[in-house]
């Protein structure tokens, strides 16, 4: 069954400190795998792309890595900001299929002053 | 360039009600989709369009209509209204079947 599961469900951090979310899916056959920043009340919004090929891509303070053989997923943020609080959702898409997105439940991160 | 919009941003109805939530993107994206975001659960998609005319069924349909007559317009409808049908409701469109989805803001209902 294609699934996708986050840890941890919430994330409390100081400003500044950095912090790293996970994502492990079971989706297959793999086309690639999207971070998305989702703030209180908002739609989601795409921070990254992941392909088979990729292993680490960077967005600002924002790193994402992949790992395709043990079907892992990383998002690394650095030097965190009070405008980092929100959800982050991993969302894995499989190359068949018409329903072929799969979203994680999302990890909710608090960055207190 | 607006993106997605989607209208109404709140709506409280009562059960058996029926409404319309509007969705509308101006990037001529051919492909146009519905979720529904409930506490817990990760966004599960209900309907979705792969270009005007053409729809198709997503992982929750039961309960809702859509219809594609423009590029521009995804429209969900709700014919009778459940109270398990409260949720937030995100319209997303992309240029193409594998392209990055862009999402509106979303609409919260309620059910009551």
């Known amino acids: 069954k294609n699934q996708v599961e986050q840890s941890p469900q919430s994330l409390i951090i100081l400003e500044g400190k950095n912090c790293t979310l996970q994502c492990n899916y079971t989706v297959s056959p793999f086309s690639n795998l999207r971070w998305y920043k989702q703030d209180t009340g908002r739609g989601p919004v795409s921070l990254t792309i992941m392909t088979f090929s990729e292993n680490t891509k960077s967005n600002g303070r924002y790193t994402a890595t992949l790992d395709a053989d043990t079907k892992q997923s990383s998002l690394h943020i650095t030097a965190s900001q009070l405008s980092d609080s929100a959800s982050y959702i991993c969302?894995?898409?499989?190359?068949?299929?018409?329903?072929?997105?799969?979203f994680g439940t999302g990890t909710r991160l608090t960055v207190i002053p | 360039n607006a993106g997605v919009t989607q209208t109404p941003k709140f709506q409280v109805l009562k059960t058996g009600q029926s409404m319309t939530l509007q969705c509308a993107q101006d990037?001529?994206?051919?492909?146009m989709s519905w979720y529904r975001q409930d506490p817990g659960m990760g966004l599960r998609l209900i309907h979705y369009s792969v270009g005007a005319g053409i729809t198709d069924q997503g992982e929750v349909p039961n309960g809702y209509n859509v219809s594609r007559s423009t590029t521009e317009d995804f429209p969900l409808r709700l014919l009778s209204a459940a109270p398990s049908q409260t949720s937030v409701y995100f319209c997303?469109?992309?240029?193409?079947?594998?392209?990055?989805?862009?999402f509106g803001p979303g609409t919260r209902l309620l059910v009551l």
């Open positions: 990037m001529n994206h051919e492909y």
């Open positions: 969302v894995v898409r499989a190359q068949t299929g018409a329903n072929n997105l799969f």
């Open positions: 997303a469109s992309s240029y193409s079947g594998s392209g990055t989805q862009y």
